[in-house]
Structure formats: structure tokens, C-alpha cells
């Protein structure tokens, strides 16, 4: 979940923005689906229970099916309507509610999700920027299995799978609306990381590269919320569960790094990217080296800015990311996932990295731990001592990657500038 400050930040900078202009006819699209609104009307006074009732069909067929799609038309052609108050409540959470009621049948329930997925594509060419967010609410909380607690322990809800490539052509589309395509880059991640035998090995090498392309096609900035769209698309990155493409290039691995490393990024995106990183499945041959070392630079880099000024709130959540590159938040992540780079070399053919790990880990947990104690985010954190930044930096000089390539058929990355000094002003031990 996003940490509250990066939240309100991203809300301000988000709807301050002025809308994106929009390549589009001016006519408003038609599908043969939609239904005029005295239609829908007549149909929930007369014919909706009807259509309800087929959910709870086990082996829906013929007529069955008609009916359920007709029900998603109806709720569906609502969200086109003029002038329609208080959609999320009459709209989106009726239907998704109809979806996920324990009456529905799992076979009735893909029928219905189904026909959205194949209808949100018409709503997605619609002028109104609220047709296309609320298509994209409604796909994103599509599931085919409810959330589940358990002995005090949550198992998230399952995502809809074919939602996924919907939410690809949106994060691909310029002229969507910046909004609608910060939503699908978070479907994205929820399907990577909730899906149950799901996405496929090449699916996910699908999201991959799209998600990779979008990245690309919208570059670092701090403007018109454009960062927030980058930051949800690093996040989904980091829960695509593979380094690479069908192709075996490590298009994964490679997009974080190159993050990581950028200068002209947000602090909070290249942290993204750090934590993202190392919760990716590595092999043997993956470079935990380099990764490491680009962490720590990175550390180096961002402690140098904090102590320029230390009451600045908006610095403290890159930290707190940083640290849960090493160490994750649970221990199912950290023994069962191998999250962080302290259990990535747990992973067969890594245990050797072991050391180097271990031996950065010991010079950053210093400078991270404040910023993991319970009131880090509103309370004062002294500067950084000089002692723990020139630590950092000493390790990232004496323990050099023994290559750069961050696997062996990767592109051979140059040494990034030197580590920077530590500002002047900075708290010494």
C-alpha cells in the first residue's frame, strides 16, 4: 500500500494537473451492447432478478449466459449515462458485489467477467474521463476468489487474470487519461502478485515488456502526477515474478536497475525500484553483486540529500523502502519468497554472495534503522552522522562489482559517478 504521504502528494499533484488532450472522434462511441437509459430502467424493474438468478447456474449455457451478459450490459451502459449520480454506490458497487456474492457460481462469475473484459474497450473510447476511471475500478477489483482471514493472517482475494490485458493497452495508450492508466499499472501489480497459477510464465513476460515500453514512452518527471503513473509501474515491476522476457533477456532486472541509477528520477520512485528489484525471482547467474552495490550508492546518495535537510518529510519513506530491500516486512516473505537481498542468497547457486551482502547490510542498517521506528514519519530524525555515511561509501569503494552485467547476456553497465561526499553541516558520533 502506498504510505500516506506519497499518497496525498500524489492526489495533489494528480488532479491539480491539467487533463491530457485527447486524440478522439467527436462522436461518442455506440457498441450494439448498450443499452439507452428508459431501457435499463424497464430492465431492473422487471427483468433483473431474473438475469440474477442465472448466476447461480453451475454449467450456465445458452439462454443462461445471454441473461448474465444482459446484466453486465445493464450495469455497464449506466456508466456512459449523462448526468448519473453517485455511480460508485448504484453502479460499480452493485455489480461487483452481484459478481462476488457467495451465491455466484465461479462458472457463472467468468461468464460475467468475461463480457466485461471484452466490452471494456468500447467504454475505454468514451470522451468522459469518468466512463473510462470507473471501467478500470470495476476490472480492478475483479475476483475470482474473495479475500480470506485466517488464524489472524489475511490471503488477499485472487485476481481476475483476463482483466490483465486490458490494463496493458491503457498503461500503453497516451492518449488515456493519466488517471485511468495510474489504476491499470496498479491492476497490473495486483494480478502479478495475488494471481493464483496465474499470469503464465509468458503472460507475465508480456506485462513485462509492456510495462517496460511504458516506462520508456514516459520518462522521469516530477510533473502532472506523470511520476505517481511511474511509481505504480515500478511497483508492478517489482511483482512481475520474473528477470526477464520469453526471450530470456533480463528486460526486468535491467528496467529497475536503470532506475535505480537515474539521478533525474524521484527519490521515492528509485526506492520503488530498489525494493522492486529484490523481490524478484534471481538465478544463479543474476548479479547480486552489482544490484547490491547500486543500492548502496543509491543509499549514499539519498542520505547526502537528507541531511541537507532532515525535517523534510517526504525523504523518509525511500529509507524505509531501502531497508526492505535487505530485510521484507514478514517472515513468509522473507523465508518462503526469498525477498531482500539478506534471502536472495538463499537461492541455489547465490549462497556464495552471502558475505557481500551481509557485509553491506551491516554498514546501511545504521543509516535505515531510524527510519523504521514507529514514529519516523512525524517525529525528528537527527542528521545522518558523517561516520555512517563515510562507512557506506568506503564499502562501495573497496568491495567493486566482480562484473557488471547484471546477468550474463545483460548490457554491461558503466560505473555510475563516485559516491558523494558527505554534506557539510552533517551530525557527527
Not at 11 to 17: Q, R
Not at 38 to 62: C, I, M, T, W
Not at 319 to 332: E, G, V
Amino acid at each position: 500500500m502506498m504510505p500516506f504521504l506519497a499518497l496525498l502528494m500524489g492526489l495533489m499533484a494528480l488532479f491539480s494537473a491539467p487533463r491530457q488532450i485527447l486524440a478522439q472522434a467527436d462522436a461518442t462511441p455506440s457498441p450494439a451492447w448498450l443499452i439507452g437509459a428508459p431501457e435499463v430502467k424497464q430492465y431492473f424493474r422487471s427483468e433483473y432478478f431474473r438475469d440474477k438468478n442465472a448466476l447461480k447456474s453451475s454449467h450456465p449455457g445458452g439462454d443462461q449466459v445471454k441473461q448474465i451478459k444482459r446484466l453486465v450490459h445493464a450495469f455497464l451502459s449506466q456508466l456512459t449515462y449523462e448526468n448519473h449520480t453517485n455511480l460508485p454506490k448504484s453502479v460499480v458497487d452493485r455489480l461487483l458485489t452481484d459478481l462476488h456474492f457467495p451465491s455466484t457460481t465461479a462458472a457463472a462469475r467468468v461468464v460475467a467477467m468475461d463480457e466485461i473484459v471484452a466490452d471494456a474497450p468500447d467504454l475505454m473510447k468514451f470522451p468522459d474521463p469518468l466512463v473510462r476511471y470507473n471501467t478500470i475500478v470495476i476490472l480492478a477489483q475483479l475476483s475470482v476468489k474473495q479475500a480470506v482471514m485466517q488464524g489472524g493472517v489475511k490471503t488477499p482475494s485472487v485476481p481476475f487474470n483476463g482483466a490483465y490485458k486490458v490494463f496493458i493497452q491503457v498503461i500503453q495508450d497516451n492518449d488515456q487519461y493519466l488517471d485511468s492508466r495510474i489504476l491499470a499499472a496498479r491492476g497490473l501489480m495486483r494480478v502479478c502478485r495475488d494471481g493464483e497459477n496465474a499470469p503464465s510464465s509468458n503472460e507475465r513476460s508480456d506485462i513485462a515488456t509492456a510495462i517496460v515500453a511504458a516506462l520508456a514512452a514516459n520518462p522521469s518527471s516530477t510533473k502532472d502526477g506523470l511520476w505517481w503513473f511511474r511509481l505504480r509501474l515500478i511497483q508492478a515491476l517489482g511483482s512481475i515474478d520474473r528477470i526477464d522476457n520469453s526471450a530470456t533477456q533480463p528486460i526486468v532486472l535491467e528496467a529497475l536497475l536503470d532506475i535505480i541509477r537515474d539521478r533525474q528520477e524521484i527519490w521515492l520512485n528509485r526506492a520503488a525500484a530498489a525494493q522492486g528489484i529484490t523481490q524478484l525471482p534471481y538465478s544463479s547467474s543474476t548479479n547480486i553483486q552489482l544490484i547490491t552495490s547500486e543500492i548502496m550508492r543509491f543509499l549514499a546518495e539519498l542520505g547526502e540529500e537528507f541531511n541537507k535537510s532532515p525535517s523534510a518529510l517526504d525523504l523518509r519513506d525511500p529509507f524505509k523502502w531501502i531497508y526492505l530491500s535487505f530485510r521484507p516486512a514478514t517472515q513468509k516473505q522473507a523465508k518462503e519468497k526469498k525477498w531482500g537481498l539478506l534471502y536472495q542468497v538463499d537461492r541455489t547457486g547465490l549462497g556464495a554472495q552471502a558475505a557481500y551482502v551481509k557485509g553491506a547490510w551491516n554498514v546501511a542498517f545504521p543509516v535505515v534503522r531510524p527510519f523504521m521506528e514507529s514514529n519516523a514519519m512525524t517525529g525528528q530524525i537527527p542528521a545522518i552522522a558523517d561516520a555512517d555515511l563515510k562507512a557506506i561509501m568506503d564499502w562501495i569503494e573497496k568491495n567493486p562489482p566482480a562484473n557488471r552485467r547484471v546477468t550474463p547476456n545483460g548490457k554491461e553497465y558503466p560505473v555510475n559517478q563516485p559516491a558523494p561526499v558527505p554534506a557539510v553541516g552533517a551530525a557527527t558520533k
